[in-house]
């Protein structure tokens, strides 16, 4: 189960801006993922973060000037340059731009773009009136005329005390971008319609009937389905999750909102996939006030809630559906039968109850049950990964 930068040769360029620090974290990102970092750092650079520091976490020297003693470190740089798969540069300060738009090399990192051939992703961040420079932006234009993949900044409070655009994303936004950069665009053109989350069914005006669904599978599948091209719709009940980058979100609360959100947006999505844990019941009467604590016992009244997977299966027409089966025992004889009778064309079925996976975890290991009759047990992975597993074989049911 091969990740999309698992074993790539990343080169992470690092130039001299005050959010220099969290490039740090990026690499960290990287290494996780799996990929081979090597780091190139300007001058200006070393004034915010050492080498040391990317050297212990890449386990690799770090690159800081075209005449570095022992070792080839002469060459090093069109090395580099020919073994990477891609290049990203955080953060990219006016300097760097305006060396890589004009062609200019006189340092280890400017001398070694001169050489990329490989896609290069730069994140600008500086000061607010400094990156609305006419210059700047014109550097900029002219760097993705090039062909280079240019994440915009963020607007804020910079460190300089300026507040607009300039502020670097987080290290896990760069990552999400670098991977939507390198993934196929498998998906393009195509409308995925996604659910998340649990929902919340009230019982007075403080509380609900719930579960322990924290989103984090659906909001993956939404994620990974930008990131292939995919125009997305994601309908997510409760979640302390933030929106996925150019999805369009949905927040509901309770099962109803959530079947009235998927039937006004079903109608020319051409994959469905049900990953939220919506609550099969409801109280059959809300009361108007907090229910005070004054018997030892008291009945609760539930109706059933539409089955909106089940009424999907009946509605589908030229569209791939999915769903997913969390249980805690008979996997797959439940599994099965949901397949069987909601008409769908894979679930994706897991035991709850699983400290490392499941519910809450970032982790999740699950087997997929396909209409022909085969199943796929996977591996215990990050939601991410088990993401694009699950695009990969939906792309394969035609």
Request: aromatic residues 4%; glycine residues 8%; contains cysteine.
């Amino acid at each position: 189960m091969k990740k999309l930068i698992d074993n790539k040769s990343i080169v992470l360029g690092v130039s001299g801006g005050i959010a220099a620090y969290k490039s740090v974290e990026l690499l960290r990102l990287l290494i996780k993922r799996g990929a081979n970092v090597r780091v190139i750092m300007t001058q200006n650079a070393q004034e915010f973060v050492g080498p040391i520091t990317f050297e212990a976490l890449s386990g690799q020297p770090v690159c800081t000037s075209l005449f570095e003693k022992g070792g080839d470190v002469s060459v090093r740089h069109i090395e580099w340059a020919n073994e990477a798969d891609a290049v990203v540069i955080v953060p990219a300060t006016a300097n760097i731009i305006g060396k890589l738009a004009n062609g200019v090399a006189d340092d280890a990192l400017s001398t070694f773009m001169l050489a990329v051939t490989c896609p290069v992703m730069l994140c600008p961040s500086m000061n607010t009136h400094m990156f609305e420079n006419k210059a700047v932006q014109r550097n900029l234009e002219r760097l993705k005329a090039d062909g280079h993949f240019v994440i915009d900044p963020e607007s804020g409070e910079l460190a300089c005390g300026a507040t607009g655009p300039g502020r670097l994303p987080d290290p896990e936004d760069i990552l999400d971008r670098l991977l939507y950069y390198l993934s196929p665009k498998d998906l393009k053109d195509k409308r995925v319609l996604v659910t998340a989350g649990p929902t919340r069914e009230p019982i007075d005006p403080v509380r609900f009937i719930s579960n322990p669904s924290s989103g984090k599978m659906g909001f993956a599948v939404a994620r990974a389905a930008e990131q292939r091209g995919g125009k997305v719709i994601l309908i997510t009940g409760p979640t302390n999750l933030p929106d996925p980058n150019n999805v369009t979100v949905i927040r509901v609360g309770t099962a109803r909102e959530m079947a009235h959100a998927v039937f006004e947006n079903v109608e020319g999505s051409d994959i469905i996939i049900k990953s939220a844990a919506v609550s099969d019941y409801r109280s059959k009467d809300q009361a108007e006030q907090k229910i005070k604590k004054e018997k030892d016992e008291m009945v609760l009244f539930l109706e059933k809630n539409q089955d909106i997977l089940e009424e999907l299966g009946r509605r589908k027409k030229d569209q791939i559906l999915v769903g997913f089966a969390a249980e805690t025992e008979n996997l797959e004889q439940h599994a099965e039968r949901k397949l069987s009778e909601k008409n769908l064309d894979i679930i994706a079925g897991n035991l709850v109850g699983q400290p490392s996976s499941g519910f809450g975890a970032d982790n999740n290991k699950v087997t997929l049950f396909y209409k022909d009759g085969t199943k796929e047990s996977l591996p215990e992975m990050e939601k991410d990964d088990v993401a694009h597993i699950l695009l990969d074989r939906i792309l394969g049911v035609r």
